[in-house]
């Protein structure tokens, strides 16, 4: 079950509006009073672990055991796991009383309880707009006898904690997608360029990493929707060239790009302005150093894969897609 993420974060983000606004306890008026009204509400013993399970549930993730992530969905499990962590104080934002929450409104494993529901959910501790949010919500579920089974904690995450960890989470559901459209699209490859695609796969994930902490203004992003935007664009070039559609230019093209890309990179080491929101010049220097192994990675694959390309036409290209990235902050 696929946890739909609001997205109303970026919006405050990219306005510059948005401060921190972790909270413990809720203050809203209403969503207080409904809260007070399911505060004598216990789970059923039957529904915590056993006192000999408890050893084993250390290190359990009860996001993991919820969601099915490197194991089937498993929700006695989970329930498990989330009330051992709500006993050893986790402070996870996506386990313990979140998973809780959307197993008794879901009904998963469980009876549906919107009580229990409810009393977690008044007790994670978040912005105070998605606190009361989701205190409503489960409100309105509770009057309506809702019977579904995709509440989410996500479904209200424009807390910047939360909206990240629902960010990550929403990763984590496309990371099989794309492992599929790269299986799909080398299956027919030769083991010689299988072999020059997982080694150049390899270094793109260094680089896709290290542009996305060092060489992007997070300000109205996290480094996860960076690092997804990056592994997405290269697969869209992939099935571009697999169509046919290959780089090509002259050699003044090649020129013209590569100047451009020198002077935008040369505009982040010199001048008055040495900040660009979370970008530093260092972070910057960083971020191009990596994308420069980046570049020879793709050359030497594009060497084994499409050898009708020149170098000179794959580092155009390249250069293109590296200005890109710099005009996203340089103004």
């Given amino acids: ?12 983000l990219a306005a510059g509006s948005y401060t921190t606004l972790a909270q413990t306890e809720i203050t809203d008026p209403g969503a207080k009073q409904v809260c007070a ?12 672990p056993a006192s000999e399970q408890e050893k084993a549930l250390a290190n359990c993730s009860s996001l993991d055991a919820y969601f099915g992530f490197d194991q089937p969905a498993d929700p006695v499990k989970a329930r498990h796991c989330a009330f051992a962590q709500v006993d050893r104080n986790d402070k996870t934002a996506l386990g313990g009383r979140a ?16 009580d229990l529901a409810l009393k977690f959910a008044c007790t994670i501790g978040d912005a105070p707009g998605d606190a009361a949010g989701r205190v409503y919500q489960l409100d309105r579920l509770r009057k309506a006898n809702w019977a579904g089974s995709n509440f989410s904690v996500c479904d209200h995450s424009s807390g910047r904690e939360m909206y990240e960890q629902c960010a990550i ?10 492992e599929r459209k790269l299986e799909a699209l080398s299956e027919a490859w030769s083991p010689r360029q299988k072999k020059a695609f997982h080694t150049f796969l390899e270094e793109a994930e260094r680089y896709f990493k290290v542009e996305a902490g060092n060489g992007v203004n997070l300000q109205a992003s996290f480094a996860v929707q960076e690092e997804t ?17 290959l780089p090509k230019s002259s050699a003044e093209d090649f020129h013209q790009a590569e100047a451009a890309e020198n002077a935008a990179y040369h505009r982040t080491q010199t001048g008055d302005v040495a ?11 960083r971020s191009e150093e990596e994308w420069h192994h980046y570049v020879a990675a793709w050359i030497a694959f594009g060497r084994q894969k499409y050898p009708s390309v020149t170098e000179q036409a794959w580092k155009a290209w390249l250069d293109q897609e590296r200005l890109v990235m710099f005009n996203r902050f340089l103004r």
């Avoid at 998963?108 to 919107?114: A, D, I, S």
């Avoid at 989470?169 to 794309?178: G, S």
């Avoid at 935007?229 to 559609?245: D, H, K, P, V, W």
């Fill in 1 to 12: 079950m696929r946890p739909t993420i609001s997205f109303a974060l970026a919006a405050l």
């Fill in 37 to 48: 009204s399911v505060k004598d509400a216990e789970p059923p013993a039957a529904d915590r």
């Fill in 99 to 114: 998973i809780l929450m959307m197993i008794y409104a879901n009904g998963k494993g469980v009876p549906r309880n919107f």
């Fill in 169 to 178: 989470l929403e990763d984590r559901f496309d990371k099989p997608e794309r």
């Fill in 229 to 245: 935007f990056l592994r997405n664009n290269m697969i869209a070039s992939l099935q571009q060239f697999e169509g046919g559609e």
């Fill in 275 to 285: 900040r660009w929101g979370t970008l530093t010049r260092e972070s910057v220097r």
